[in-house]
């Protein structure tokens, strides 16, 4: 069975820092697209960034591109999602999500939440003074 465990929310001041973790059970993480999503109270979830299982390239949305990061620690099954120079606006709760994705289409499928069939159940991240 697969499980994925997200963590590492928590409340940050605008500005400042952190490293969310994806950890799975069950799941091979190298094996697989990883993604990372979120959603504010009263928006629909939107995909923040994904690294692929062919060549480890990443995709991010544009407003996150410069501040994000996603990595992977294969030997621990984990993948992370740097995030710095965090604003109020990130604030929402974030996701990760696991599947194959057809790597010739990746580049605008990485994003639709449809595409993946494992997800976590979240953590929170708040950005406020």
């Known amino acids: 069975q697969v499980h994925l465990v997200e963590s590492g929310g928590g409340l940050v001041q605008p500005g400042g820092s952190l490293i969310l973790s994806c950890a799975a059970s069950g799941y091979s993480l190298d094996d697989h697209d990883i993604a990372w999503f979120r959603q504010a109270p009263g928006k629909e979830r939107e995909g923040v960034g994904c690294i692929s299982s062919s060549d480890d390239r990443t995709y991010y949305t544009d407003s996150v591109k410069g501040r994000f990061t996603i990595s992977r620690d294969n030997a621990k099954n984990t993948v992370y999602l740097q995030m710095n120079s965090l604003k109020p606006e990130d604030t929402a709760v974030y996701y990760c999500?696991?599947?194959?994705?057809?790597?010739?289409?990746?580049?605008?499928?990485?994003?639709?939440?449809?595409?993946?069939?494992?997800w976590g159940q979240g953590t929170q991240v708040t950005v406020s003074p």
């Open positions: 999500a696991a599947d194959d994705i057809n790597s010739k289409f990746i580049v605008v499928l990485w994003s639709r939440a449809d595409e993946y069939d494992y």
